[in-house]
């Protein structure tokens, strides 16, 4: 394979290092992907504890005849510009830079420009339809572990499993701070953008960050779409979970012919082995080295192939 240094965002306020990787030795040009980080900061590779999802998809795309770009989330490269901005969104966290990246694969004369897809992992592949309708257009979308509902229900709900896990004065403590962001979310489609973005949630994130996702939810572009789209499921996922967020995707999208569902037994968030199955180990699982598994890129690359011919 080959891997290229680049830069995303090149010339802006905000220039991310990143990595081209493409197949050698390839005689025409080739379909590409754009990844696109779940929450938090997050380098190219999206490494967590020993894992780099992020770098398994691309090297192991790479092998089947799929290039790939991935760079560093806007959040980790600059953290002090970031925090100095008053008010940040999903936009300008994630999804300028993932259109960033799609023109540099577009302008490059070894990618099929018309075989671009997204993949987008987590929260991701929450934004990955607006992502395409913002500018992205891309051949298909791929969302792995993301869901159609909303980020504070998602949120809430993993409060809820580790307050449930825990014991004595952890579970306490979490008991009360679901219930007071609870109490914030419930009225927050209520009350206009300033004030919104008056309310604090900690860590520089305003009441306003999730108002201003949750009025572009991810259901009402997907039901739009008529591009082909794969979405993918560990089954031992925590963060997003096969009861909740795959079956709200299969509810939704029921009725819908160009969207391909697939479940992984035994894999977690990061789509590799679960070992504890516990939220509340959820980092001592991502400690444990482990890479994703042939069969997930595979598939994933028969998928874009196919979707590509």
Do not use: C
């Amino acid at each position: 394979m080959i891997k290229e240094n680049i830069v995303v965002g090149e010339g802006t306020k905000y220039p991310l290092r990143g990595m081209l990787t493409l197949p050698e030795n390839a005689s025409a040009p080739v379909p590409a992907v754009v990844f696109v980080h779940g929450s938090g900061s997050s380098n190219m590779d999206e490494k967590v504890g020993k894992l780099t999802p992020f770098k398994d998809l691309a090297e192991g795309l790479a092998e089947l005849g799929i290039a790939s770009i991935r760079y560093d989330k806007r959040s980790f490269a600059h953290p002090i510009k970031m925090l100095r901005e008053k008010i940040i969104t999903v936009k300008e966290e994630t999804i300028e830079d993932a259109i960033l990246a799609t023109e540099l694969l577009k302008r490059d004369s070894r990618i099929d420009k018309d075989n671009i897809f997204i993949a987008g992992h987590s929260m991701g592949g929450m934004l990955a339809p607006r992502i395409e309708a913002e500018g992205g257009n891309y051949k298909g979308l791929i969302l792995m572990a993301g869901s159609p509902r909303r980020l504070e229900e998602i949120m809430l709900d993993q409060n809820e499993a580790v307050m449930r896990s825990g014991k004595g004065l952890l579970q306490w403590f979490v008991k009360t701070q679901v219930a007071k962001i609870s109490a914030m979310f419930e009225k927050m489609y209520e009350l206009s953008d300033e004030e919104a973005k008056k309310k604090k949630l900690g860590n520089g994130t305003t009441l306003y960050y999730f108002k201003e996702m949750g009025e572009y939810p991810a259901s009402e572009y997907l039901l739009k779409l008529e591009k082909p789209v794969m979405i993918m499921q560990g089954e031992k996922d925590f963060q997003a979970t096969l009861e909740k967020d795959f079956a709200a995707y299969k509810e939704l999208l029921k009725d819908k012919k160009n969207v391909t569902f697939k479940v992984y037994e035994n894999l977690n968030h990061l789509f590799v082995n679960s070992v504890y199955g516990n939220i509340m180990k959820a980092m001592k699982e991502y400690k444990v080295e482990q890479h994703i598994g042939e069969n997930v890129i595979k598939a994933l690359a028969d998928w874009i192939l196919n979707a590509a011919s």
